[in-house]
């Protein structure tokens, strides 16, 4: 995409098809002993005492994780009551079992031995299959989910999500600590993900046929054991008639997560009502754009490309806002994501306030506190 087009060009969005586009987010947290802040095995307790209020709130693999999930909202003002409310609970729940809630991609803190499993068949074959990559868990992200008509409107806007997957990263990043050192990553959590055999960027395709033919071979060769374990950063939701997108880490804020759920709105907006097709980055070039995006995240530079080059990952975020300005507008998310974006470049995406935290402290302890007071903050 050229400047001119990010810049210039104006789309007719009716009101109407903007806010027929539902969104949904889910939030993976870890749970932390409050006097130690490590990690801990909590999640049965915590999930079989709380008082629900309409949440959506779920085990995940690791005992010492707990995942809530919003329902199909269509505004971001619900979006935000909704994922608010959820957070609370849960950190009130968490504080009651002496553990604290906190929103971060890695333990900032180690263990002594790796965290338990939720005791299900299909995370046992996990293991069986996938080996000591399961040491490698807990991770968490954040994943939004848009509501699209069919599988080609989906397969079109997984591909233009596609070409932003290393912007969304850069301005999720929220993983700098993991087992008691800083990894040099602004998140490490998509480092550690991308393991996985059928993680990581999805490949371009021409049409929804293309899409489940390479899908049902990465389940054949064994990389997948099912249509839930194909971890594409960008995938068709194998139980919902959403686009799901992946690649962020989990959002240190509810006003992060809503800024997150804007964008990828946004994006999927303007792909409709372009009707053109997305740039077929090449894999060469979109691996490492992820990579600098990990390690950088939006203070640092990013790779710009439509030249292959450098520019600020600030820069790169503007681009994308400019481009889907107009649905933005016609959404009435245009001033969120604006201010949003401003306030992360002024105050640092999540690993940069986590650093911060370091700074002001002097240990990762202190670190743990500010995630546990930052994560349920309104």
């Known amino acids: 995409m050229s400047e001119a087009q990010l810049g210039t060009r104006e789309y007719l969005l009716a009101a109407t098809e903007v806010d027929q586009l539902t969104v949904g987010v889910e939030e993976e947290f870890l749970l932390v002993d409050e006097e130690s802040g490590r990690l ?3 999640a049965p307790d915590i999930l079989s005492d709380v008082r629900r ?8 693999i690791a005992l010492s994780q707990i995942e809530s999930a919003s329902g199909v909202c269509l505004t971001m003002p619900e979006l935000r009551a909704q994922l608010s409310g959820a957070r609370r609970v849960l950190a009130e729940e968490a504080e009651r079992h002496g553990s604290r809630l906190i929103a971060t991609g890695t333990p ?10 939720t005791p299900l068949p299909r995370y046992h074959r996990m293991t069986r299959e ?8 807990p991770v968490c992200g954040c994943h939004v989910h848009v509501g699209l008509p069919d599988d080609e409107a989906r397969v079109l806007v997984c591909n233009h999500i596609r070409y932003w997957l290393p912007t969304l990263l850069a301005i999720s990043a929220n993983s700098p600590y993991c087992n008691d050192s800083d990894t040099g990553y602004a998140s490490w959590r998509y480092l550690m993900w991308s393991r996985w055999p059928s993680a990581g960027a999805p490949p371009w395709f021409e049409t929804a046929s293309d899409y489940y033919a390479a899908r049902e071979q990465v389940i054949a060769s064994g990389a997948a054991m099912d249509l839930g374990m194909l971890y594409w950063d960008v995938r068709l939701s194998a139980h ?3 686009v799901e997108v992946r690649v962020c880490d989990v959002a240190p804020t509810v006003d992060d997560a809503v800024l997150m759920a804007a964008l990828v709105r946004g994006i999927a907006a303007t792909a409709l009502a372009s009707g053109e097709r997305a740039p077929a980055v090449p894999p060469h070039l979109l691996r490492p754009a992820l990579w600098r995006a990990a390690r950088d995240g939006l203070e640092g530079q990013g ?3 439509v030249t292959g080059g450098l520019a600020p990952a600030a820069d790169l975020a503007s681009a994308l806002v400019r481009w889907i300005r107009p649905a933005l507008e016609v959404s009435g998310d245009y001033e969120l994501v604006d201010e949003s974006l401003a306030r992360l470049v002024l105050d640092g995406c999540g690993a940069a306030r986590q650093r911060a935290a370091f700074s002001r402290t002097g240990s990762l302890g202190g670190v743990v506190q500010f995630l546990a007071e930052q994560t349920r903050s309104a």
């Open 40 to 42: 801990a095995d909590r």
């Open 53 to 60: 209020d309409g949440h959506d709130l779920q085990a995940e």
């Open 108 to 117: 900032v803190l180690g263990r002594g031995s790796p965290s338990a499993l």
């Open 130 to 137: 996938f080996r000591a990559l399961i040491g490698d868990l």
């Open 240 to 242: 919902q008639p959403t």
């Open 303 to 305: 790779v710009d490309l």
